[in-house]
Nanobody, 123 residues
Framework: QVQLVEPGGGLVQAGGSLRLSCAAS????????LGWFRQAPVKEREFVTS???????YYADSVKGRFTISRDNAKSTVYLQMNSLKPEDTAVYYC?????????????????WGQGTQVTVST
C-alpha cells in the first residue's frame, strides 16, 4: 500500500506564491507518474499537472507558465510550485500517484491519493 501525505497549503494574496509538497511512503515505485489535481467548491476535480518518471511534465492550460511540478525520487516526494496565483486557483489540491499511463491526465488513472490540502487565494 502507498500513502501520500500533503502538508502545506494555506492562504495567500493574489499574485503571491505557494509551494506544496507530497511525500509518499509504503510500497512506492519511482517508475510511475505523479500528479496534482484540484477541486473548487461545486466543481469537478480537475487535472493540474503530472510528471512522468523521466521528468516529462504536462500542465493544464490554466496553470501553464505559472505552476511547476517537480519530483525528488530519492525522497519519494513531489512538489508543486505555484506562482502568480489568482483567486480562481482557490481549491483543495490533491496529489496523486501510481499512474502507469502515458500523460496521466485523468484522475481514474491514479490508484493512490493524498488527503488534499486547501489553497485559498485572496484578492
Amino acid at each position: 500500500q502507498v500513502q501520500l501525505v500533503e502538508p502545506g497549503g494555506g492562504l495567500v494574496q493574489a499574485g503571491g506564491s505557494l509551494r506544496l509538497s507530497c511525500a509518499a511512503s509504503g510500497r512506492t515505485n519511482s517508475n510511475y507518474a505523479l500528479g496534482w489535481f484540484r477541486q473548487a467548491p461545486v466543481k469537478e476535480r480537475e487535472f493540474v499537472t503530472s510528471i512522468r518518471w523521466g521528468g516529462i511534465t504536462y500542465y493544464a492550460d490554466s496553470v501553464k507558465g505559472r505552476f511547476t511540478i517537480s519530483r525528488d525520487n530519492a525522497k519519494s516526494t513531489v512538489y508543486l510550485q505555484m506562482n502568480s496565483l489568482k483567486p480562481e486557483d482557490t481549491a483543495v489540491y490533491y496529489c496523486a500517484g501510481g499512474c502507469s499511463g502515458y500523460r496521466c491526465l485523468n484522475s481514474n488513472e491514479y490508484p493512490h491519493w493524498g488527503q488534499g490540502t486547501q489553497v485559498t487565494v485572496s484578492t
